[in-house]
């Protein structure tokens, strides 16, 4: 059996991606291979099914650019980077031509698939926990030749501002060195705070998970190769010709300057093109669009599948983003009943291209197009202002709780501000004209709880931490009967407002209840278990001492509410990592609000559904700083990480009472035993 040795351990990502396609041709022709490699690039050169050493002195492949390497007028097979290599003293002739060994080398596919890990798996799952789709994965900067392959930090910024508006989805940033720009919107994530330098095996298991990688020549972009995401590659003044093998789930934005040598390449190269030297925000958003709307034929249907109309019809949500939403109810006979408008009179269906399409019409024709995706439509209005459309499935009237009103788990915006309810309670609470997230925590309270029908005569509420907050007459307006809480003067730290600086007021009870021990502690009232209506706090709860005090004060405080009692409670919000988890202040992230479902579910309470969107005006991406006195306070820098504020709507829909024990370990291990016991029964 031949052998072929090589050093290959002082190269990129990116390079390597191609060596180890190139090594097949070898391997065809019954090489025995070993390549001298890097620690971090093991996992791929098992997905290549090469031999690996680590360390030595094996025959050193330089790996160089071909000359003429600009020249598209030159054949690929004569001056693509890949192929060139093929050629270097260190390896083996072929037995073939130039010509065939590059028709062969564009048709060598590996697949990571059955490499990655479990636990790799089980990390990506964890990662991407509570992220809308479609999952965008981003890559705009490369090692080297930014001049050549990068997208400036502006650029990379805007792209990801329009993702997040012209799509429902969200956006991964690959931020491998902290260089990438981030975006302050909880469908922005970054995995290097968040998740942390990960390998290929990680990076390949994200990759399965998601719906689109848009990249720059650099090696996350090749890597894509070794699965099946779709894949857009930006490419500026370098040519994907020579510096990438044709990747048939890829598509490569490349310049019209060179038109004539693209068009000669298409049979191997799927090309989208932009006006001018370099891309534009606006080219980038168009391709990226056609690509994540781009048919699998693998996927595709055929048309006697195409459902009836009984089938489809039913209540949806009716959301056309930026602009507004509604329910509508698709009627079996074609006809739009509840949600109908002068342009939504009647919808219809048809199969165009191997996809369902929904046709909605009205005085002005078909106004809207939009193809089926699961149990949803997506597409957009085809005339006028051409916004995207979603058309979102209400499956029973359960989920009408939270489509009607605020009742949902979301975070401080300026859609909310320019809301109707807002303007409402901010009259009434006398909030002032200041855009501030502290003004909106007592308003999107007030709102869940007046939404939920839970502020009328005679029902009973609970306030924690309440301070010198005006809520507990507030709500005593109402008709209600309050219980207001607060901690012993000297546990009461970091706020601006005492309890005992509340008056009493007729329906309005005072009592000293410390939120680490509401079931009764050594100097402090207990408070009655299923007694209460409704319960709120306004950031008192990330005063508990840690993130775990946090999320146990949660759960143990829906054992003072009722059976269908719904509880209001917002928080500080992190948006990067880094923040304090333990101290007089405690920030939430990402991952606490996906766990507080998690353990809310497991106890049988009912988190309200997660509103991921953080916002896209430019109030939002206003950051306010110490000393905070800016007309805009919606996110904030402290400790250098940039924060918000977290409202969790829950509702109790049981009639469990369960105690979370003190220690995070206990009350996670009692939590799980009472969930198997319930399970069971």
């Known amino acids: 059996m031949p052998e072929l040795r090589i050093k290959f351990d002082r190269h990129g990502l990116g390079d390597c991606v191609h060596f180890a396609h190139a090594l097949q ?20 050169w098992k997905v290549a099914g090469v031999n690996i050493v680590q ?25 693509n980077k890949v192929a060139f290599g093929l050629r270097h003293e260190t390896m083996p002739p072929l ?34 926990e509570g992220l809308p789709r479609p999952i965008i994965c981003f890559h705009s900067r490369g090692t080297n030749w930014h001049e050549r392959k990068s997208l400036s930090t502006e650029l990379a910024f805007d792209v990801i501002l329009q993702l997040l508006d012209q799509t429902s989805g969200s956006v991964v940033v690959l931020d491998y060195d902290r260089r990438a720009p981030m975006v302050g919107d909880a469908r922005c994530k970054g995995i290097k705070p968040t998740w942390g330098h990960i390998g290929v095996d990680r990076l390949c298991a994200l990759y399965e998970r998601s719906d689109l990688m848009i990249g720059v020549d650099s090696g996350p972009f090749h890597v894509a190769a070794l699965t099946n995401i779709k894949t857009l590659g930006i490419f500026r003044s370098l040519h994907p010709v020579r510096v990438c093998l044709p990747n048939p789930n890829a598509t490569y934005l490349i310049s019209t300057n060179h038109i004539h040598a693209w068009d000669i390449r298409r049979h191997k190269w799927a090309f989208s093109t932009y006006d001018g030297t370099d891309p534009t925000l606006a080219a980038i958003t168009d391709a990226v669009i056609s690509t994540l709307t781009m048919r699998d034929p693998a996927m595709e249907i055929r048309e006697e599948h195409l459902p009836t109309m009984n089938e489809v019809s039913g209540r949806y949500i009716y959301r056309r983003k930026a602009y507004d939403e509604r329910e509508m109810e698709l009627l079996p006979d074609g006809r739009i009943g509840e949600g109908a408008a002068g342009c939504e009179q009647r919808w219809s269906l048809r199969f165009s291209d191997g996809a369902i399409l929904i046709d909605i019409s009205g005085k002005n024709g078909i106004i809207c197009s939009a193809s089926r995706i699961g149990d949803g439509f997506y597409g957009q209005w085809t005339q006028f202002e051409k916004m995207p459309v979603e058309l979102i499935r209400i499956r029973d009237k359960q989920d009408l709780i939270y489509t009607s009103g605020l009742f949902s788990t979301r975070f401080t915006t300026a859609r909310d501000f320019a809301s109707p309810w807002y303007a409402v309670w901010k009259d009434r609470l006398s909030l002032g004209d200041r855009i501030h997230r502290k003004g ?31 809520l507990p007459t507030v709500f005593a307006g109402f008709g209600c009967r309050i219980l207001a809480t607060d ?18 007021s007729n329906g309005v009870e005072i009592r000293v209840v410390d939120m680490n021990a509401i079931n009764g502690g050594e100097l ?43 509880s209001a409670h917002t928080a500080e919000y992190s948006i990067g990592v880094g923040m304090p988890r333990v101290g007089d202040t405690v920030w939430f992230t990402w991952d606490d609000i996906v766990d507080v479902r998690h353990l809310m579910t497991a106890l049988g309470y009912e988190l309200a559904p997660i509103d991921w969107f953080c916002g896209d005006s430019i109030e939002d991406h206003m950051i306010d700083e110490s000393p905070y006195v800016g007309r805009v306070h919606i996110k904030c820098e402290a400790l250098g990480q940039w924060g918000t504020c977290v409202l969790f709507a829950a509702k109790k829909v049981t009639s469990n009472v369960f105690w979370v024990p003190f220690d995070e370990e206990d009350g996670r291990a009692a939590i799980a035993d009472f969930q198997r016991s319930h399970s069971q029964t």
């Open 440 to 470: 909106w925590e007592i308003a999107s309270v007030c709102e869940t709880l007046s939404s939920a029908g839970v502020l009328k005569v005679g029902n009973a509420g609970i306030g924690f931490g309440v301070g010198s907050e005006l």
């Open 25 to 44: 041709l070898y391997k065809r022709r019954g090489y025995d291979i070993t390549v001298q490699a890097e620690e971090n690039k093991l996992f791929l």
């Open 487 to 504: 901690a012993l003067p000297e546990s009461w730290k970091n706020t601006t407002g005492r309890f005992y600086d509340v008056n009493q």
């Open 95 to 128: 037995d073939v031509s130039p010509e065939q060994a590059w028709e062969e080398l564009c048709n060598v596919r590996l697949s990571a698939h059955d490499f990655i890990p479990r636990e790799a798996h089980a990390e990506a799952e964890a990662f991407l």
């Open 55 to 79: 360390g030595g002195d094996l025959p050193d492949h330089p790996y160089l650019y071909p000359p003429g390497f600009d020249d598209l007028t030159q054949p690929d097979c004569e001056t």
């Open 524 to 566: 402090t009232a207990s408070i009655e278990e299923s007694a209460f209506d409704f319960s709120w706090s306004i950031c008192s709860m990330d005063h508990c001492g840690s993130t775990w005090l946090t999320k146990r004060f949660l759960l143990n405080q829906m054992n003072c509410l009722k059976p269908g009692g719904i």
